[in-house]
């Protein structure tokens, strides 16, 4: 299976997989021997640097973003491509198995 991992509004992609998978080798050890890929990409930088996803108009307006721009799309296409990478690389799993999991305005992308 392939895990997208998405990060919450001023995080970035090493900070969601350091919170939800981390270091643990228990935990590590059952993503491989269960064949997990896990992807945590970083989001764009709005205003003032934060990062951020362009998933929805209920985050994000203050860092530069309006929802229904271009922008908008632009992420949810990225995520799209970026597993249909993947999917190239580690042909053994399915789309069937590709799986996106975010957290706060990571979820809101998530859902998309």
Known sequence: ALV??????????SDMYSSFVGT??????????QG?????????????????????????????????SAANRED???IR????HLLTLYPSIMLSQVYAWGFSNGAFLAQR
């Open 4 to 13: 997208i991992l998405l990060h919450g509004f001023t995080m970035s992609g």
């Open 24 to 33: 643990s080798q228990e935990i590590n050890t059952f993503l491989d021997d």
């Open 36 to 68: 997990v890929i896990i992807a945590a990409p970083t989001g764009r930088r709005g205003l003032g640097g934060v990062t951020y996803w362009a998933a929805t108009s209920a985050c994000c307006g203050y860092a530069g973003f309006r929802f229904g």
């Open 76 to 78: 949810a296409d990225f």
């Open 81 to 84: 491509s970026l597993a249909e």
